[in-house]
């Protein structure tokens, strides 16, 4: 009769035979296959403890890093009560991606620099001291920061989870929030995330619902589906009539980690709901901006996709 291992077996089994960690598969088995993931891989599909939501007290939501991205578009506590993790969830890659990727998966997955996914150029990213993609073809590469790497952070649903401030456990280390996974990007050298190769992501923990909540998430990409956003956002606004008392607004795709934005929710609190408030909101973003040669259009399609979701979100049909 085979023993579930547990997360501490897991953990060892990196330590020990190298690798990485995984989950879903949809990522390694793309890194794999263009040879720049060679393996061991140590499969965490045996730890069913890492799946399913689970009511917290006070009504908040643990959700375990093996839940995939259908379990989560689907599950109606999740789309009822956090809105905009359900959408982003089920607009996130494809049907059949979403159906094998896990919610811990694409908050720990490799980005998609075309430099470093082919195994004849040398990076930060794979252990090199340079970023090819800098000074070449970086046309899908960062508007905002300052890091050696300019490839975006590719997760949308850390993207989202900013938006509520969500926490993460992490098998024998502290708790953290989502954002701490990141930093602030100048540390994401050699990944793209800060855990180290032997830490298994376990849960992330929602606080509970906010009333009355509007959501909306928008991915700005070059075809119509199954394409990695050029730039996305989701806003959480919550209103009394026509004026704004809460907002959290995202974006992905302009800078090496999911950014939250402050100077957007500053903007927006306490004021009407007006398109032209919405705007001037939305334009705050343009001051983050300092494109590289070829992202010079991100400049505008990041400060149009925000005001996108603004008001999307700010429209009473979008009250959840």
Excluded at 11 to 18: D, P
Excluded at 231 to 248: C, I, N, P, Q
Aim: proline share 8%.
């Amino acid at each position: 009769m085979s023993t579930e291992p547990t997360l501490t077996d897991l953990s060892a089994a990196v330590l020990a035979r190298g690798g990485e960690l995984r989950a879903g598969g949809t990522d390694t088995t793309a890194r794999q296959r263009s040879g720049i993931a060679p393996g061991p891989f140590t499969d965490l599909d045996a730890a069913g403890s890492l799946r399913g939501c689970t009511p917290l007290p006070g009504g908040g939501l643990r959700i375990g890093a093996l839940t995939t991205l259908a379990a989560l578009a689907t599950d109606p506590r999740v789309g009822s009560g956090w809105p905009a993790l359900a959408v982003s969830a089920g607009t996130a890659a494809t049907p059949q991606i979403r159906a094998a990727g896990t919610l811990g998966g694409n908050l720990l997955q490799r980005n998609r620099c075309w430099y470093y996914r082919n195994p004849h150029f040398s990076c930060l990213q794979k252990g090199g001291s340079g970023c090819p993609a800098r000074e070449g073809d970086h046309h899908f590469g960062v508007v905002s920061g300052d890091g050696p790497c300019v490839a975006p952070h590719p997760s949308t649903l850390a993207m989202a989870l900013l938006t509520y401030d969500a926490g993460a456990e992490v098998h024998g280390e502290s708790p953290r929030t989502v954002a701490e996974l990141y930093g602030d990007g100048d540390r994401l050298h050699r990944a793209d995330h800060l855990l180290a190769p032997d830490r298994i992501l376990t849960a992330v923990l929602l606080p509970p619902p906010l009333p009355g909540e509007r959501a909306a998430c928008h991915r700005a990409t070059s075809r119509a589906h199954g394409e990695w956003p050029l730039v996305e956002a989701t806003a959480r606004l919550a209103l009394d009539g026509a004026t704004v008392t809460h907002a959290a607004v995202a974006a992905g795709g302009v800078a090496r980690v999911p950014l939250r934005l402050p100077e957007v929710e500053a903007a927006l609190i306490g004021r009407e709901a007006t398109p032209e408030v919405l705007a001037e909101a939305a334009a705050t973003v343009l001051a983050r901006c300092r494109p590289l040669p070829q992202t010079g259009y991100k400049t505008t399609l990041f400060r149009d996709t925000v005001l996108e979701v603004l008001e999307r979100a700010a429209d009473p049909a979008a009250a959840g």
